[in-house]
């Protein structure tokens, strides 16, 4: 799975943020609301970055007890294969 590209996404998100914010802190008593948004982007950005961490986690699990499967039926099919030699 590649992380370049979310990488990119969220460095570019972040950039954006902060040109946001810069903006915010100046138009802030004009336009209130401009200075929670950023806020909430990059919250949005942590949950996301949290979310995915626990999907990751749980793909890794998944694909070990995949192979942990993989090697069981391997050897099962092994000693099938060794007792119809017999």
Do not use: C, W
């Not at 986690?57 to 039926?73: C, D, P, Q, V, Y």
């Amino acid at each position: 799975m590649s992380e370049v590209p979310l990488l990119d996404a969220k460095t570019s998100l972040k950039k954006i943020v902060s040109t946001v914010v810069n903006i915010s802190s100046i138009n802030s008593d004009i336009i209130p609301k401009l200075r929670a948004q950023p806020e909430h982007i990059l919250s949005s950005i942590e949950t996301f970055e949290n979310a995915k961490g626990g999907l990751i986690s749980t793909i890794e699990s998944n694909n070990e007890k995949i192979n942990g499967l993989k090697k069981i039926a391997g050897y099962i099919i092994a000693n099938m294969v060794d007792r119809n030699k017999r």
